[in-house]
């Protein structure tokens, strides 16, 4: 395993922790919750972000080449509708505001690997949300929100390094030929 990895699990596990005991410091919560709120946070964190960023890199190595064109995305939203009056009018607008989108998009592409951080960015926040759920954490959003935002942030950021070219390796010198004396 990287080392990079394992700092970078270190540093959520302290930077959480504090987080977590500070969004859960309060005379209302006893401070065994508000401890036991900080560790689960921080526990968490560490291991999402080493988890994070093996799907991350999975996600990226499988869409680095692919695009993805706009013009054929948006009438894939269109597919499910409903039959009523109402409906039938949404789905007018709603189809010639894709349609012009669609005009304006046609031939312009997006790297696939834009969107390759949402996969493991879903399941961290759902997973934060289920966990910090189930150990009744006082205030939740107060202690997920920056989890959610910085992996987001980290997602990016981190997809963006492994996207970058690789340096060439240098030539390596030409042994020199070697001169008898006699």
Do not use: D
């Not at 994070?52 to 009438?75: D, M, W």
Request: aromatic share 16%.
């Amino acid at each position: 395993m990287n080392t990079r990895l394992f700092i970078s699990a270190t540093v959520a596990f302290i930077f959480y922790f504090a987080w977590s005991y500070w969004a859960n410091l309060s005379a209302e919560i006893a401070i065994e919750k508000t401890l036991q709120s900080a560790l689960v946070q921080a526990s968490y964190s560490a291991f999402v972000t080493l988890f994070f960023t093996l799907i991350l890199e999975k996600v990226v190595s499988k869409f680095e080449r692919s695009y993805l064109s706009l013009a054929f995305i948006t009438p894939i939203l269109c597919k499910v509708h409903s039959q009523t009056p109402q409906n039938k009018a949404i789905f007018r607008s709603f189809s010639y505001a894709l349609e012009q989108s669609a005009c304006y998009f046609k031939g312009k592409q997006l790297a696939g690997v834009i969107f390759a951080p949402l996969i493991p960015l879903s399941i961290q926040s759902i997973l934060v949300i289920s966990v910090n759920l189930i150990n009744q954490t006082p205030n939740l959003w107060l202690t997920i929100a920056p989890s959610i935002f910085f992996t987001a942030l980290y997602g990016y950021s981190y997809t963006f390094t492994l996207l970058k070219p690789k340096p060439k390796p240098k030539p390596k010198p030409k042994p020199k030929p070697e001169t008898r004396r006699n």
